[in-house]
């Protein structure tokens, strides 16, 4: 397992590290004194709370107080960079020999709140002098894929909202060599919990967990954080209770669209929402017109047990689910219906977990007319989601059954990152937007962007990856900012709904260079962005060849 963290570092020294891959010895946090280099130095300490101040600890139990360990190399690299980890009660990460061997400060936290870790981060920035922030990296030696998954009712039995069809968290662990990542799908409009995330990879040993929000627009609401975190903290516990060895393998198709881009170009040169309507237009596009652009394939990712029988199926796709929108119900909207058909589809208990794609301006062509308010005496149609997520999941089933059990031996690889950016209009916002840029073997990129990213977005970073299976997972978060809508320039220009009407909108030109820092992080992974001035190993020709041409006499 090798791991390798600095946002200010040394370039050459990472590409050295991901290439080399497979000498690095590891320990664990506590047993480091028998493997980590001579001339390493071990510190660690506690925070005391509520201050947030670092103090060295003493040999007492920390008695519920955050651990923070440094591993000070003997020599340090030039500009001290440095890793950062969570150090997890049950999966303590490696102290990585080889990392200190080259001079990189290693760094261990107790998961714990964006305060917290900031505080450690400027503790150590302050007295050890590394470098302002760190970066994540993890790359795993290729080995044997354990996979668990759960599903659970996340819907309140309280009776105050009338429940339509349930809502779920449907789970997803993945494991190789230490490394363990979850992916947790949930029938919700928006989800973020930096608790939740916290107190799940201190109990379960988690790298990273990821929270996926359908987006659906008749979720319960906001009151039931308490009954979410119970629900999904149980659906994990679940999953890694019934781990078993398993095979991965990904495919996308492409097929007629469901839905239409919804800012649609007037005659000024702007655009509006399509549910504005004018002597031209009609309000909510009942002509069901495929006004674009749109992302038109479903991109699947299969998780087989060793027997060949799917045992989760992710489905990745970018549609807005509002298409019983203002219902004034509980219902998982048409990705409920969608996971629920895949699900019967193959049986045995097999788990299909929805992850919306570039979907923030992306609307269906076919919905149900709104209602009024919870008295009014007009029933939703709720035929239209069960159409819509019958397209959906008739195409997911097509591919996922004409993908073969993935290879025996699996490789995993993934890079954390973040960004800051301030408000397009309101210039004292902050946004710090996080994302994780994971790789499976070599054909399988997921790409996860945290609020409603435009379409455009989505299709630009498909386009540019040159992978076979490209996944973008929108509305996908695990820390720092929900940035709401992110409108590609283009988008922002034209305006509309999500593009330039609210006075929180995020400053132009970011979704773009989250994209971007996507694509840099995957080349950087795959150890083909040089660090050092090229060509390297070439030999350079004669600058000019002379022909000899025959005259005529």
């Not at 690095?24 to 925070?47: I, L, N, Q, W, Y």
């Not at 979410?228 to 393998?249: D, G, V």
Request: with cysteine.
């Amino acid at each position: 397992m090798k791991h390798f963290t600095g946002r200010s570092l040394n370039r050459s020294a990472l590409t050295a590290l991901i290439l080399l891959g497979s000498i690095a010895v590891t320990a664990r946090a506590d047993d480091e004194k028998t493997t980590r280099p001579a001339g390493s130095t071990r510190h660690e300490f506690v925070m005391n709370l509520p201050s947030l101040d670092v103090t060295p600890a003493d040999d007492k139990p920390a008695d519920g107080k955050p651990r923070c360990i440094l591993f000070v190399p003997k020599s340090a690299v030039a500009g001290k960079p440095w890793s950062l980890h969570d150090l997890n009660a049950i999966q303590k990460p490696p102290v990585e020999a080889e990392l200190l061997a080259r001079g990189f400060h290693v760094a261990f936290v107790t998961p714990s709140s964006a305060k917290q870790r900031d505080a450690w981060q400027a503790f150590l920035t302050d007295r050890f002098k590394l470098a302002r922030k760190p970066m994540f990296v993890s790359l795993s030696e290729a080995g044997e894929l354990r996979a668990g998954t759960a599903k659970v009712s996340i819907t309140p039995e309280d009776g105050k909202k009338p429940v339509h069809d349930k809502v779920y968290a449907r789970t997803l662990v993945l494991e190789i060599g230490g490394e363990r990542i979850a992916i947790v799908s949930v029938d919700l409009a928006i989800y973020t919990s930096e608790s939740l995330v916290a107190a799940c990879k201190q109990k379960f040993g988690l790298s990273q967990m990821l929270l996926c929000s359908s987006h659906t627009h008749s979720d319960p609401g906001r009151n039931y954080s308490a009954l979410y975190e119970e629900r999904i903290t149980q659906a994990l516990e679940t999953s890694l209770k019934n781990m078993f060895p398993a095979r991965i393998s990904a495919g996308r198709r492409t097929f007629p669209q469901l839905g239409f881009n919804r800012l649609v170009a007037r005659e000024d040169g702007h655009a509006r929402e399509s549910w504005f309507g004018d002597d031209h237009y009609t309000s909510e596009n009942p002509e069901r017109i495929p006004f674009g652009p749109v992302d038109p394939e479903v991109g699947v990712i299969r998780i087989d047990d060793l027997q060949g029988q799917p045992r989760v199926i992710v489905m990745n796709y970018a549609c807005h689910s509002d298409v019983v929108c203002q219902n004034y119900e509980i219902s998982a909207d048409y990705p409920g219906a969608a996971t629920r058909k895949v699900e019967e589809a193959f049986g045995n208990g097999m788990n299909c977990l929805f992850v919306q794609g570039g979907g923030g301006n992306i609307e269906s062509l076919i919905i149900s007319s709104r209602r009024t308010g919870p008295d009014d005496p007009f029933k939703s149609d709720y035929s239209t989601i069960e159409r819509v997520g019958g397209l959906l999941a008739y195409e997911t089933v097509k591919v996922a059954k004409s993908l073969a059990p993935g290879r025996k031996e699996t490789k995993l690889r993934r890079m954390d990152d973040s960004l800051k950016f301030t408000g397009r209009f309101d210039k004292s916002a902050n946004f710090d937007v996080h994302i994780s840029t994971i790789m499976i073997n070599d054909d399988i990129i997921i790409a996860t962007f945290p609020g409603e990213p435009f379409v455009q977005l989505a299709l630009d970073w498909k386009a540019k990856t040159g992978v076979t299976n490209p996944f973008f997972f929108g509305y996908t978060w695990h820390q720092g900012t929900w940035p709401s809508y992110v409108p590609d320039i283009k988008s922002a220009a034209m305006g509309g709904y999500g593009a330039d009407q609210s006075g929180r909108m995020i400053e132009v030109g970011s979704g773009e260079m989250i994209i971007n820092k996507h694509l840099e992080n995957m080349y950087r992974l795959t150890g083909l962005m040089r660090e050092t001035p090229g060509p390297v190993g070439f030999k350079a020709g004669p600058r000019y060849q002379t022909i000899a041409v025959p005259r005529d006499k």
